[in-house]
């Protein structure tokens, strides 16, 4: 007698499939990646040298099983991209998941008293064309080259993340500081909020544009997650937060797991807000 197939883990197995990750040797793109290589996907980590993410993969190859890619890439650069999607079709002879995760987000707290540089009165046009290309022209690149290869295949899944801030604007009042005049008060530079809502306007854009080729879109709008921030900026945040606390770092990875496999067949031109209820209000 044959046994059927576990329908509950064929939806979710991404064995033998090969997943793109931006970003990837960052805090949230390693975990990004590990899931996907836990449901059996090949993953290749996209990040800058200084990030290692050869090492990096590594790990996940040590940790999860499928042997797993890490290369330095810019990803603002075509002629990087293209060379990076070379050398990974010849290593692994296909593109099935792009997950377009690298962004700026320069630490808030970390700015000077006295020195408001991220006020959009003092905001560098420098740092705006910066935080531009990371976000949201590297991920028009990465889709284009590598969704290009999806389209020749005729399937494949592109997950954008975005962010709560892509739906609701920020909440100034995190960030002030007792004591500063108002002109002083450092807040959430502006390029955050804009790359991430032009993501979920890419996202539309090409769910529609490769529908007939097979190629399903979507985004995905984490909320923030703790990582060592300041006692008094938890505090307030998580008073905006129904479920009273910022995520995990590794609480994305069953939606990101649900975006990427045939979990979501039915699926393209969405996103999916996991924010612990910050956006409901």
């Not at 805090?27 to 980590?45: N, S």
């Not at 022209?137 to 709560?164: P, Q």
Request: negative net charge; contains cysteine.
């Amino acid at each position: 007698m044959v046994t059927p197939p576990n329908r509950a883990q064929s939806l979710f197995d991404l064995t033998g499939r090969v997943a793109l990750v931006t970003g990837g040797a960052g805090l949230l793109g390693y975990h990004h990646g590990a899931i996907l290589a836990a449901a059996g996907a090949h993953v290749v980590l996209l990040d800058l040298a200084v990030a290692n993410p050869q090492m990096r993969a590594e790990q996940l190859t040590k940790e999860h099983g499928p042997e797993c890619l890490g290369l330095a890439v810019d990803i603002t650069d075509e002629a990087s991209l293209e060379s990076a999607r070379d050398a990974l079709l010849e290593k692994f002879g296909r593109i099935d998941i792009l997950i377009n995760n690298a962004a700026n987000n320069p630490k808030v707290e970390d700015q000077k008293p006295g020195q408001p540089w991220s006020r959009l009165e003092n905001f560098p046009l420098a740092t705006w064309n910066a935080d531009i290309a990371v976000g949201l022209t590297g991920a028009f690149l990465c889709s284009r080259i590598f969704g290009h290869e999806m389209v020749k295949r005729g399937s494949g899944v592109i997950l954008n993340v975005a962010s709560d801030l892509a739906v609701i604007a920020p909440d100034q009042r995190l960030y002030r500081q007792e004591g500063l005049p108002d002109d002083q008060q450092p807040v959430k530079p502006v390029t955050y909020s804009v790359v991430k809502t032009a993501l979920l306007g890419l996202t539309r854009y090409l769910s529609t544009y490769w529908v007939a080729q097979g190629v399903r879109v979507n985004a995905i709008s984490p909320g923030g997650v703790f990582n060592g921030q300041p006692d008094e900026f938890t505090a307030k945040l998580h008073a905006l937060i129904p479920m009273a606390r910022m995520a995990h770092k590794d609480e994305y990875q069953g939606a990101v797991l649900f975006l990427c496999s045939d979990a979501s067949s039915y699926m393209t031109g969405q996103n999916l807000i996991v924010d612990g209820g910050r956006s409901v209000l």
